[in-house]
């Protein structure tokens, strides 16, 4: 039961321009989303979070919308560089009091020159 | 400062046979986690011990265990194992024991013949 859903394994893009990534879910308790970067052979990264108390986050060329009524979230990548290049992984947890994230399967991201 | 360290990077076990990987956190961490990644899936959570008592675990059966030391450094035991058992390993640390970003080690690859 894949309760993170990410529905596009991969997604080609020009340097430069925007990259869209998306994410579903479809429990209902989670409250707090993140975003991880993966390079080959490394352990994922830490990317950016949100709230289910917000909408938005911003950090720098790294966005994520959060669609509450839809369960569903994006991420935004503006200008895209080809050192984005990597697998995106987003995952969801509720606010247990301890970290129990669950992870979708990712999205290969590849950022052309 | 020094990264979330595991040990071993490769290794290869035989069915039916016990395996114990290692996992440093980063310094003052307090939090470890373990995540299980089986090729072409997203990390799946398998423990989280915060001072050295497991706070929350995962869908895997008792032949996984783990613990963690006063110095916060953390082992995972897996016993009788599986071909399907086979996977990556992520370690991850974080200060704290609520919700917040965690930060992964590189894994240790675990093959099963």
């Known amino acids: 039961d894949q309760q993170v859903k990410q529905n596009s394994p991969s997604l080609s893009v020009q340097e430069g321009r925007i990259s869209i990534l998306n994410c579903d879910y479809t429990n209902s308790m989670f409250d707090y989303f993140l975003w991880y970067k993966k390079y080959p052979a490394e352990g994922p990264t830490f990317l950016i979070s949100i709230s289910s108390i917000k909408d938005k986050n911003e950090d720098g060329r790294f966005t994520v919308f959060l669609n509450k009524s839809a369960k569903h979230l994006s991420l935004h990548i503006v200008p895209s560089q080809p050192g984005d290049s990597a697998v995106y992984f987003c995952?969801?947890?509720?606010?247990?009091?301890?970290?129990?994230?669950?992870f979708g399967i990712g999205t290969k991201l590849q950022v052309i020159p | 400062d020094a990264g979330v360290t595991q040990s071993p990077t490769h290794l290869i076990k035989t069915r039916g046979q016990q395996v114990t990987l290692r996992c440093s956190p980063i310094?003052?961490?307090?939090?470890v986690s373990w995540y299980q990644q089986v090729l072409g899936q997203g990390p799946q959570f398998i423990f989280q011990?915060?001072?050295?008592?497991?706070?929350g675990r995962g869908n895997f059966p008792d032949r996984f265990s783990a613990r963690q030391f006063p110095n916060y450094s953390s082992e995972l035991n897996v016993n009788a194992l599986l071909l399907g058992d086979s996977a990556l390993y992520l370690c991850?640390?974080?200060?704290?024991?609520?919700?917040?970003?965690?930060?992964f080690g590189p894994g240790t690859r675990l093959t099963v013949t």
């Open positions: 011990y915060y001072e050295k008592e497991e706070r």
């Open positions: 991850a640390s974080s200060p704290y024991r609520g919700i917040n970003e965690q930060y």
């Open positions: 995952a969801a947890t509720s606010s247990g009091g301890y970290q129990k994230v669950t």
């Open positions: 310094s003052g961490h307090k939090s």
